[in-house]
């Protein structure tokens, strides 16, 4: 087993030489400039790697960039070899991103939220509490608390 620095250090090399091998070394038109390498993962064995993506596009654009860097993947691969001289080149498993979909669930959640916010602080303009100002009791004010 490697040690999580090594994998870490890897895992970043890889990101690297797929990002710069994505913009500059491939000519699949399925890989323009929209693609994005987010992040890459090692395992401990350093025998796979699992790197993530984005597509900015439309479904149709982010099926066609699955499948050109499924067709991609032995030229990255060769050429993460190349860049890293391991005894052993991991295999590359390309993940799509959950990230982008992630942050526009939140953004349609706080949007609701401060819509919610909105509707009470209109609701809570001009209102005025249930009691009195002090609705504690205090000692003397009860005419019932008489001593005999």
Same mark, same amino acid.
């Given at each position: 087993?490697?040690?999580?620095?090594?994998?870490?250090?890897?895992?970043?090399?890889?990101?690297?030489?797929?990002?710069?091998?994505?913009?500059?070394?491939?000519?699949?038109?399925?890989?323009?400039?929209?693609?994005?390498?987010?992040?890459?993962?090692?395992?401990?064995?350093?025998?796979?790697?699992?790197?993530?993506?984005?597509?900015?596009?439309?479904? !149709?654009?982010?099926?066609?960039?699955?499948?050109?860097?499924?067709?991609?993947?032995?030229?990255?691969?060769?050429?993460?070899?190349?860049?890293?001289?391991?005894?052993?080149?991991?295999?590359?498993?390309?993940?799509?991103?959950?990230?982008?979909?992630?942050?526009?669930?939140?953004?349609?959640?706080?949007?609701?939220?401060?819509?919610?916010? !909105?509707?009470?602080?209109?609701?809570?303009?001009?209102?005025?509490?249930?009691?009195?100002?002090?609705?504690?009791?205090?000692?003397?004010?009860?005419?019932?608390?008489?001593?005999?």
């Amino acid at each position: 087993m490697a040690d999580n620095a090594r994998a870490k250090r890897l895992a970043d090399l890889i990101r690297e030489v797929v990002a710069q091998k994505l913009q500059r070394g491939i000519k699949d038109p399925r890989l323009g400039s929209h693609v994005t390498i987010t992040d890459t993962r090692v395992t401990g064995d350093l025998r796979e790697a699992t790197v993530f993506y984005t597509v900015y596009g439309d479904e !149709e654009e982010r099926a066609a960039a699955a499948a050109g860097l499924e067709s991609a993947k032995g030229i990255l691969r060769s050429e993460v070899g190349r860049a890293a001289g391991v005894k052993f080149t991991p295999t590359l498993a390309f993940v799509a991103d959950a990230l982008p979909d992630t942050a526009r669930n939140i953004e349609d959640l706080l949007d609701k939220a401060r819509a919610s916010d !909105e509707k009470v602080r209109e609701a809570a303009t001009g209102a005025t509490y249930a009691g009195d100002a002090d609705p504690y009791k205090k000692p003397g004010d009860d005419e019932d608390d008489t001593t005999e």
